[in-house]
């Protein structure tokens, strides 16, 4: 059975007259008649039963009408497929990224993959511990913050945030440039993980003559906003990352010629090539952030 007698069976059946169905498919009667016949050969059951100058569809005619749409049918789908630039991308991609805004931002993205045949698991984690998941091969990609570069590891800057010297609305220095006054106040800094940078010796820090001592560790920017909210210390964040009741109650301090940032770094395996759905996915996180 081939896939031209299945269309030339279809065509007789819609036709229900061989000289038409012939005229259509651009054969011969002889030639179409030649085919259906060895089709009913191969398959050892007539197709067709003649009624006058008509012809009509036996039960097991009828039965392989519905085989034969759903081969073509697929023979069809895989051709459109198949001359595709680039084929769709299926399989299971297991991602992590920072807590809080980070991991919202790749979960609202992977919304555009909703029709797709892919497998998502994200996972809500510490940039630290991404950056080892990653490593170690349990997760296919990742989204952290300041990472340190490692040469396994393919890094990606989707997007460069202000790192602004953070206190409650209500603070004594909110509306004071004077950065010097920072060094009597308490400081909070984030718990320092291998491969990433820390805060607390950022070089900004270091040209204002500014030595911080903390007082107060934290894991996650949403901890330090809270902290900060219900004490008069401070410390260096993106604004940007943090949503929410507690963003609501922090100001970034206005110091003049004041220079920081933090990066936001895609990470994955260098020897794993990025497959086509995670290069879309940072295309589209870059474009949240300016």
């Known amino acids: 059975m081939k896939s031209e007698q299945l269309q030339q069976?279809?065509?007789?059946?819609?036709?229900?007259?061989?000289?038409?169905?012939?005229?259509?498919?651009?054969l011969t009667p002889s030639a179409l008649s030649h085919g259906i016949r060895q089709?009913?050969?191969?398959?050892?059951?007539?197709?067709?039963?003649?009624?006058?100058r008509r012809i009509f569809l036996t039960p097991h005619g009828r039965t392989l009408v519905t085989h034969a749409e759903a081969?073509?049918?697929?023979?069809?789908?895989?051709?459109?497929?198949?001359r595709?630039?680039?084929?769709?991308w299926k399989g299971r991609l297991v991602l992590g990224a920072g807590h809080g805004l980070l991991v919202g931002r790749v979960a609202?993205?992977?919304?555009?993959h909703a029709g797709d045949e892919i497998e998502f698991t994200l996972y809500s984690m510490r940039s630290a511990d991404v950056l080892g998941a990653v490593l170690k091969g349990e997760l296919d990609w990742g989204l952290a913050l300041s990472s340190n570069p490692h040469p396994q590891l393919r890094r990606s800057v989707l997007a460069r945030l202000?790192?602004?010297?953070?206190?409650?609305?209500?603070?004594?220095?909110?509306?004071?440039?004077?950065?010097?006054?920072?060094?009597?106040l308490p400081f909070a800094a984030p718990?320092?993980?291998?491969?990433?940078?820390v805060c607390e010796r950022h070089p900004e820090l270091a040209r204002r003559g500014i030595e911080a001592d903390p007082v107060f560790?934290?894991?996650?920017?949403?901890?330090?906003?809270?902290?900060?909210?219900a004490s008069e210390g401070w410390t260096l964040l993106p604004l940007d990352l943090i949503e929410g009741s507690p963003r609501k109650e922090l100001v970034a301090m206005p110091i003049r010629g004041w220079k920081a940032s933090v990066e936001i770094h895609a990470v994955s395996l260098n020897e794993r090539p990025l497959p086509p759905p995670l290069t879309a996915l940072e295309k589209r996180i870059s474009g949240i952030w300016p």
């Not at 081969?71 to 198949?82: N, P």
């Not at 609202?108 to 555009?112: K, N, V, Y």
């Not at 202000?162 to 060094?183: C, E, F, M, Q």
């Not at 718990?191 to 940078?197: C, I, K, P, V, Y």
Request: charged share 30%.
């Open 108 to 112: 609202a993205s992977l919304a555009d």
């Open 162 to 184: 202000p790192l602004s010297v953070v206190v409650r609305k209500k603070h004594p220095l909110a509306g004071n440039a004077d950065p010097k006054r920072l060094g009597s």
């Open 9 to 26: 069976f279809l065509e007789v059946a819609r036709q229900e007259h061989l000289g038409r169905a012939a005229a259509r498919l651009r």
């Open 84 to 88: 595709r630039p680039e084929l769709p």
């Open 39 to 52: 089709l009913e050969i191969d398959l050892g059951h007539a197709l067709f039963e003649k009624r006058g």
């Open 71 to 82: 081969i073509l049918g697929r023979i069809e789908e895989a051709r459109t497929t198949l």
């Open 217 to 229: 560790l934290y894991d996650a920017y949403d901890v330090a906003a809270r902290w900060l909210g």
């Open 191 to 197: 718990r320092a993980f291998s491969g990433l940078e």
